[in-house]
Each structure stands twice: as structure tokens, then as C-alpha cells.
């Protein structure tokens, strides 16, 4: 354990709120999506595929034991309302409470700056472990009433962050996230994202990313061929849709 890491975060932070969502049919063309998620109020089992009763609508590129929890920083709010006030009505009424980005988690107090890759929190009684940072993808164009906003969060690099989960339990508003160890101090998600989404192409970078063993192997593996191609993967899809 890196105690000159873990002293740079609070023992805690609070769970404000708990969120889960069923599959629906999503956007214009009516895709069967769970970003629509709704606050819970009592406890609820945190499984290895994520919370009870949590749907994704498409389990190719969501859930997954690598994507189980998707952790949003409520502190980033302000800064989205500010940008999009004149962009978007739908995203201020989207903005108004948690849940805006299809997060399981909010909390305050805890951004990508202050998360490693590998971080391992107790969460409730369960175990989790930060596995990748979110890749932004077009379904945010259509929650915000915003064709730029996928690529927005892309640019921005506050784009929450994933759990698998190590050790099942129960969680509940109110209950603390907890730091209990930091094995690569080094990689904070800030940087992870900057190395993906700003200086693509920092061979020693992408090679000591896809070394990473806490890293989804999806994550290692996009590193390992933008240094073996010398070029960066086409994200359009992902990020204006089909």
C-alpha cells in the first residue's frame, strides 16, 4: 500500500446516490438502452455484474464483469450546466439530478483526478477495483439533446470511470467509499484519458498503459496496436453513432 498516495484522499466519501436502470427503448430509432437509471432508496446486492435489478441494453459494449459499476463525479455537474445552458434545454432538465451520464454511483468529493487505475475501494460491504475510465459514446448525443456531446465528454476528460467487483455485498445511500490500497499511484484516470484522447501517439506512454494489470484487457489491447500501427483508431462510430 502507497501511503503517500492514500494520504492524498479523504479516509471516505460518501454514496449520495444509488442508481439502477431497466432496458428501454432508447433515441430515435428506439435501441434498447439502461442509461435511463432512477435513485434507490434502500440496499441493494452489488453482484459481479453489477446491481440488482441493473439492465444494459446492449451487453457487447456495456456491463460486463469489467464495466459492473459506472462511478460519475457529481462534482462535474456545474461545469456541464454552465456549457450547455445555451446548447441545450433537454440537457439542463437531464442535469438536474444524478443520473445524467447512466452512472451507478455519485458521489462528491472524488474526480478522475484523485482515482488510479487499480484503486481498490470497499464499497458498502462489497469489494471493487477501478478497471478502465469511460469511452464516451453517441447515446450522450441523444440524452443531452446534444449531437456534440459525447465528443464533448471525450474532449473534456471528465468522463466517470468503471469497477469490477471483487468481493460481492450490499450497498446502500449513505455508505462510504473507502480507499484500502493504491498499487500504481502513477496512473491516476486524469492521466489514462489524456494519454487516449490527447497525446495519442506517446509511444512510452501507450506501452507502460498496456502493462497495466488492473487495466480491462480492451484498454491494454487498443494501446498495444496504436504502437504497433503508428496510428490512432477511428472513434467516429462510437462517438456520432451508426
Known amino acids: 500500500m502507497n501511503r503517500t498516495a492514500l494520504a492524498a484522499l479523504p479516509p471516505a466519501v460518501t454514496v449520495d446516490t444509488v442508481l439502477i436502470g431497466q432496458v428501454r427503448?432508447?433515441?430515435p430509432k428506439g435501441v434498447?438502452?439502461?442509461i435511463g437509471k432512477l435513485p434507490l432508496a434502500g440496499p441493494v446486492p452489488v453482484a459481479a455484474l453489477g446491481l440488482s435489478g441493473d439492465g444494459q441494453g446492449d451487453p457487447k459494449h456495456h456491463g460486463g464483469p469489467e464495466k459492473?459499476?459506472?462511478?460519475y463525479a457529481y462534482d462535474h455537474y456545474p461545469a456541464w450546466r454552465a456549457e450547455l445552458e445555451e446548447i441545450s434545454t433537454q440537457a439542463g432538465t437531464v442535469l438536474s439530478a444524478p443520473g445524467a451520464f447512466g452512472e451507478n454511483l455519485s458521489t462528491t468529493g472524488l474526480t478522475e483526478a484523485d482515482v488510479c487505475i487499480g484503486d481498490r475501494f470497499r464499497l458498502g460491504t462489497a469489494l471493487v477495483e477501478v478497471s478502465q475510465a469511460r469511452q464516451p459514446c453517441w447515446k450522450l448525443n441523444h440524452r443531452f439533446g446534444h449531437a456534440g456531446m459525447s465528443r464533448a465528454v471525450q474532449q473534456s476528460?471528465?468522463?466517470g470511470w468503471y469497477y469490477r467487483v471483487l468481493e460481492e455485498g450490499e450497498l446502500r445511500v449513505g455508505d462510504a467509499l473507502t480507499l484500502v490500497s493504491r498499487p500504481y499511484p502513477d496512473w491516476s484516470l486524469s492521466r489514462l484519458l489524456r494519454v487516449l484522447y490527447?497525446?495519442?501517439?506517446d509511444y512510452a506512454a501507450l506501452a507502460g498503459m498496456a502493462e497495466l494489470p488492473p487495466l480491462a484487457e480492451s484498454w491494454r489491447k487498443l494501446a498495444r496496436q496504436r504502437v504497433a500501427r503508428h496510428e490512432v483508431e477511428d472513434m467516429e462510430k462510437?462517438?456520432?453513432g451508426g
Not at 68 to 71: K, N, S, T, V
Open 25 to 27: 427503448p432508447f433515441g
Open 32 to 34: 434498447p438502452s439502461g
Open 68 to 71: 459492473a459499476l459506472h462511478h
Open 157 to 159: 476528460l471528465r468522463t
Open 198 to 201: 490527447v497525446d495519442r501517439l
Open 238 to 240: 462510437r462517438l456520432a
